[in-house]
């Protein structure tokens, strides 16, 4: 018989139930958890410290760092304790906490990559006017904006998941508390709740790639023309980098969110961890740790200049924007 609850507490039942799995994938997770805080912080830190980097650029990057570093946080110790000794068990308050603020920094990503997006396309495709289109007052409306809409997202979905009463077996098909497998737990109807969140994370997630994917476009159209041949394979190929991560990172939330409700199945774990535990991890070797910028400053001769091409390495004679000073 199904009993009902209003405030149950829930059962998360991981990425799997093979006993002879559980071992292996608390070392795998474990040893990503932590490249993910060292790579992070380690940037943060750097950033920081070094006046050559004190560019919007790498504000940016820091405040992508923060949110890799919280909705990680979020994600990955519970999973690694459940993964180590068994207990999977939630409270429906720790549930929902997890849940909300998994849904803001994970929002407030996306929006940071957009302004990033528009950074290296104001830098690379218009240098002349970069030092008024991406002021410090800019840059910190930007950052701002991301985070406003990230909460106020966050609200929404949390409390269109949240907001109904529970029915038994009260377990979570899922390694943390996500919108979908809750959903299926609960005795009213939510279908109306679906479509909202469905919409909501459709304007945060088609509205953020629309954005990156046009600036982009734009300025792999001004790489590929440039005049010296290894600056532009060199370009082409740190941009061509920036996307696959980002195609990744989209292409999973989009499998995510952007489906019926009725398709989701345990393929939704599998995706679910490039977003959450992989991306986190790649995203400051992929955008900060390869540019030689970030390698000047880790050497001895941490008072280099930064060159236009920060993210996607533009011509020296397009002129420099590390006068730009955000911090």
């Known amino acids: 018989m199904r009993e009902n609850h209003t405030r149950p507490e829930f059962i998360l039942l991981g990425i799997t139930d093979t006993s002879w799995a559980q071992a292996p994938l608390f070392g795998l997770f474990l040893l990503i958890y932590v490249v993910t805080l060292v790579g992070n912080i380690g940037l943060m830190i750097l950033v920081w410290v070094a006046p050559s980097l004190h560019t919007p650029m790498y504000f940016f990057l820091t405040h992508l760092s923060l949110a890799d570093i919280c909705y990680s946080t979020i994600i990955s110790p519970k999973m690694l304790t459940d993964l180590l000794f068994g207990n999977k068990t939630i409270s429906w308050a720790g549930c929902m906490t997890q849940f909300h603020l998994f849904a803001l920094f ?26 008024t289109a991406v002021s410090p ?19 929404i979905y949390t409390s269109c998941t949240f907001g109904g009463s529970f029915c038994g077996p009260r377990r979570v098909d899922h390694f943390f508390c996500d919108a979908s497998p809750v959903l299926r737990l609960a005795c009213s109807d939510t279908h109306g ?17 629309v954005v990156i994917l046009l600036s982009y476009g734009r300025v792999l159209h001004t790489v590929l023309g440039m005049r010296l041949a290894p600056s532009r394979a060199r370009a082409f190929h740190t941009c ?5 991560s980002v195609s990744v990172f989209y292409g999973t939330l989009f499998f995510m969110y952007l489906q019926p409700a009725s398709r989701h199945g345990s393929q939704d774990k599998v995706a679910s961890v490039f977003y959450t535990v992989v991306s986190p991890m790649l995203n ?26 920060n993210l996607c ?15």
């Open 240 to 244: 061509a980098s920036h996307l696959a």
């Open 284 to 309: 400051p070797f992929i955008y900060s740790l390869r540019n030689k910028e970030v390698k000047a400053a880790l050497g001895k001769d941490g008072a280099a200049t930064a060159s236009l091409g």
């Open 313 to 327: 390495q533009g011509p020296p004679s397009q002129g420099r924007i590390s006068s730009q000073n955000v911090f």
């Open 137 to 155: 007052q800019v840059c910190w409306q930007l950052v701002a904006w991301s985070y406003l809409v990230a909460s106020l997202s966050a609200l």
């Open 193 to 209: 709740r679906e479509v909202t969140i469905f919409a909501l994370a459709a304007a945060n997630g088609l509205g953020t790639s």
């Open 106 to 131: 994970l929002t407030a990503e996306c929006h940071l990559l957009a302004a990033m997006a528009y950074d290296r396309h104001m830098a690379i495709c218009h240098p002349l006017s970069y030092v």
